[in-house]
């Protein structure tokens, strides 16, 4: 029996989250981000020099990502006769675009290392997944530092993806990636990338608009959570990030915790806005309630974007 237009884009959503959740990212198996940031790193080594370093990053930023949409929309079209092909090519790309699993994972090697090892080791682990320095970070700052990243990865490591997913399939949802991953490499506002990265930078903020907002909404639903909400609006745009502060300032008001303050970034002190005003300690306990809070976000606008493609 043919398959409906609806079920080739639920069956692939539910198996790629249930793959994520099963396995997240298992350094053995091949990963189209990884290919992602071997094609910006080429690139980038060889268009970022001498003039005209704005247009240069504007063309490779564009350029890679159309890539990217055109390729894997070419792909669909020629197998979208063989439903089974689809369905498994499509599922593979799903889990491939989704990260919460190794975020949650990789989170947690820092409270581990941090309460095993001690602070050292846990500014180490910290390292791999921030982009502020850690080597003077004290325990307090590494907790909140894994808090953070934690509710902004939410948002552009799974439910942005997801938002794509259900706009225009896996297509859409690779490009995301690839957009995210350029401003993850080059969106910097060091010297090196100021001109470089300044459109992969500013299209980043644009497309993440939405699904930050989003991922924040859902936070505080989901935990009944009226400080949190009450902290979206009363912080979410004070971050230097115009959609990073969304999902964190929910998940402060959600503990009654604060994030935010000043941190080195590439040698350079960058002066934060405190987001929340209880400086009070940051705890394991938070940690869990907020991976659990992260897992059931997605779980639900999983649900939210079958019940949508099915009415």
Known sequence: MEMTHEQLIIYPLLIGFLLDCLLGDPLWLPHPIRLFGNSISFFTERLNRNKNRKLKGV?????????????????????????????????????????????????????????????EAGREQLSYIVGRETRTLNEQQIKTAVLET?????????????????????????????????????????????????????????????????????????????????????????????????????????????????????GTLVEKPYIGNNGRPITNRDFYKTCVLNFFTCQVFVGLICFVKMN
């Not at 669909?76 to 799903?94: M, P, R, T, W």
């Not at 990338?193 to 500013?202: P, V």
């Not at 930050?212 to 979206?232: H, N, P």
Request: charged share 15%; net charge positive; glycine share 10%.
């Open 59 to 119: 063309a490779m930023a564009a350029g890679l990502i159309g890539f990217t949409f055109i390729s894997i929309w070419m792909v669909f079209q020629g197998v979208k006769n063989y439903e089974y092909l689809y369905i498994g090519l499509a599922s593979l790309g799903v889990f491939s675009g989704l990260a919460n699993r190794s975020l949650i994972h990789e989170s947690y090697k820092v409270i581990s290392a941090l309460e095993k090892n001690g602070l």
């Open 150 to 266: 934690l509710a902004e990865n939410l948002s552009d490591g799974v439910i942005a993806p997801l938002f794509f997913y259900a706009l225009g399939g896996v297509p859409a949802m690779l490009a995301y990636k690839m957009a995210n991953t350029l401003d993850s490499m080059i969106g910097y506002k060091s010297e090196k990338y100021r001109e470089f990265g300044w459109f992969a930078a500013r299209f980043d903020d644009v497309i993440n608009f939405i699904p930050a907002r989003i991922t924040a909404l859902l936070m505080v639903v989901l935990s009944l959570s009226w400080r949190g909400l009450v902290y979206i609006f009363r912080y979410g745009h004070k971050h230097s990030s115009p959609n990073a502060g969304y999902p964190e300032a929910a998940l402060a008001g959600i503990l009654n915790c604060r994030f935010g303050g000043p941190n080195f970034y590439h």
